[in-house]
């Protein structure tokens, strides 16, 4: 089965720290996501790779940047944390087909 | 640009009833669609899928139908189970930028005894 992980599940970081969330997907998927969930939003795509060191903008990309030096990893890094950021991050993966694997997400809470 | 459209929550039901939650897009070109599930404290599990018009998409008792006609893709099931209390989540990709999902607001299920 594909394992997409998170590696933290509960975070509560203060306002103007720097945030890590770390995804790790082993079934060498070229496609990776970052969406934030939201009541009443849905999930919003944050930041996608397509390969190692690419990058592209979703829809919210502002306050937010991500790093993928390795295949299997793909960094969602908020470089200044601030409250409207507490949410919901879910990571996600894919080959090039259809169906798309989700981690089990890490809830951010910003104080 | 795509969108999707759910219909609002959260739904509740009796054990046994039948299940419709409906779903409507707006897509460019000719998108799959899919349906996700979200239990309580977990991430999203791929529920159902369809990638082409009139295509059925099915699983755990669960079905849609992609309905091109209509721009929709509602999501019934027969006969609930309190294990199915869940949020659902409408979904569709643009096959053209790698499976890009774009997702309706979720709708939440709740079903009693």
């Known amino acids: 089965d594909v394992k997409v992980t998170q590696s933290s599940r509960y975070l509560v970081k203060r306002t103007g720290e720097k945030v890590f969330l770390e995804c790790v997907q082993d079934m060498d998927h070229e496609n990776m996501f970052w969406y934030r969930q939201d009541p009443g939003l849905g999930l919003r795509l944050i930041y996608f790779s397509y390969d190692v060191k690419m990058k592209e903008k979703g829809d919210i990309p502002e306050g937010y940047s991500v790093s993928r030096e390795k295949k299997e990893r793909f960094s969602l890094i908020l470089e200044s944390a601030s409250t409207n950021q507490t949410s919901m991050y879910l990571c996600a993966s894919t080959t090039q087909g259809v169906t798309i694997y989700f981690g089990e997400g890490s809830w951010l809470t910003v104080v | 640009g795509d969108s999707v459209t759910q219909m609002e929550g959260p739904v509740t039901l009796s054990e046994e009833a039948f299940l419709t939650i409906n779903c409507t897009y707006t897509a460019t070109g000719y998108p799959s669609l899919f349906w996700y599930v979200q239990y309580p404290g977990e991430g999203l599990q791929l529920l159902l899928k369809?990638?082409?018009?009139?295509d059925k998409g099915s699983n755990k008792g669960f079905e849609a139908t992609y309905r091109k006609e209509t721009t929709s893709f509602h999501l019934e099931k027969g006969s609930v189970q309190v294990s199915d209390s869940a949020v659902y989540f409408c979904?569709?990709?643009?096959?053209?930028?790698?499976?890009?999902?774009?997702f309706g607001t979720g709708t939440r299920l709740q079903v009693t005894l």
């Open positions: 979904a569709l990709s643009d096959t053209g930028t790698a499976s890009k999902l774009t």
């Open positions: 369809a990638t082409k018009a009139d």
